[in-house]
């Protein structure tokens, strides 16, 4: 699986769009980014995935480069409760369903 | 919205001590998944089952660690002896078989958070 690049930490204030960046520059064709967030204490939560379109659900929008290299997980009204450690993974679709983790963005909402 | 059960939700042992975790996973997931958490780090993933059997204990510290899921159900991992180093969050994981799965994620019980003293 590809190795994803995110920055340690990110601070964002209430209410507005959270913006998480994620580096997966040796991505191949068939490699999916997966985005999962956990809270503290907690076990990881899914939040959403896409291959090669953006996509956008009740959580969050992922928005994937052209070229795949990068992407960007998109917290639109961000609040308190989505401080957490937020997971980039790519993930080949047929590695037997593994999930390999780094070590994460820290996300921290403040009032 | 279905969960997966994990107990016990926190755990105090001795070294050299034998310790047990339990993880119910979701009705009708054939794969089932034990990553251990150290603090600080990301999950890293120790073990996987398809049904009943094992697809992947690469990273289990066999000489300490077993993990068995007999019936293909609920599944159980055990450390023995404990080490100060096992201190950590175990967490459990599952998804539906892999034909069936589409291409979700999969879902984490709470987890344990052991401790060895």
């Given at each position: 699986?590809?190795?994803t690049t995110?920055?340690t930490?990110?601070?964002?204030?209430?209410?507005?769009?959270?913006n998480?960046?994620?580096?997966?520059?040796?991505?191949?064709?068939n490699?999916y980014?997966?985005?999962?967030?956990?809270?503290?204490?907690?076990?990881?939560?899914?939040?959403?995935?896409?291959?090669?379109n953006?996509?956008?659900n009740?959580?969050?929008s992922?928005?994937i480069?052209?070229?795949?290299?990068?992407s960007?997980?998109?917290?639109p009204?961000?609040?308190?409760?989505?401080?957490?450690?937020?997971?980039?993974?790519?993930?080949?679709?047929?590695?037997?369903?593994?999930?390999?983790f780094?070590?994460?963005?820290?996300l921290?909402?403040?009032? | 919205?279905?969960?997966?059960?994990?107990?016990?939700?926190?755990k105090?042992?001795e070294?050299?001590q034998?310790?047990?975790?339990w993880?119910?996973?979701i009705?009708?997931?054939a794969?089932l998944?034990?990553y251990r958490?150290?603090?600080?780090?990301?999950?890293?993933?120790?073990?996987q089952?398809?049904?009943e059997?094992?697809?992947d204990?690469?990273q289990?510290?066999?000489d300490?660690?077993?993990?068995?899921?007999?019936k293909?159900?609920?599944s159980?991992l055990?450390?023995?002896p404990?080490?100060?180093?096992?201190?950590?969050m175990y967490?459990?994981?599952?998804?539906?078989?892999i034909?069936?799965?589409g291409?979700g994620?999969y879902?984490?019980?709470s987890?344990?958070?052991?401790?060895?003293?």
């Open positions: 699986d590809a190795k995110q920055p930490s990110m601070d964002c204030a209430e209410g507005r769009a959270a998480l960046p994620c580096n997966h520059s040796t991505i191949s064709g490699e980014v997966y985005w999962y967030r956990q809270i503290h204490s907690q076990g990881p939560q899914y939040i959403i995935h896409g291959l090669k953006n996509e956008t009740e959580m969050a992922l928005i480069t052209e070229d795949r290299k990068s960007t997980l998109i917290l009204h961000a609040t308190l409760r989505d401080t957490a450690v937020y997971y980039c993974i790519v993930r080949f679709t047929y590695n037997f369903n593994k999930f390999y780094g070590s994460g963005t820290k921290n909402v403040k009032p | 919205e279905a969960e997966v059960a994990q107990s016990p939700r926190y105090i042992t070294k050299s034998a310790v047990a975790f993880c119910d996973p009705s009708g997931h794969t998944y034990w958490q150290i603090l600080g780090q990301g999950p890293e993933l120790l073990v089952f398809q049904d059997s094992v697809v204990d690469s289990l510290p066999k300490r660690f077993s993990a068995e899921r007999l293909g159900v609920d159980t055990k450390i023995q404990a080490e100060l180093g096992d201190s950590a967490l459990c994981a599952s998804s539906p078989r034909r069936d799965r291409q994620g879902t984490f019980g987890g344990t958070r052991l401790t060895v003293v």
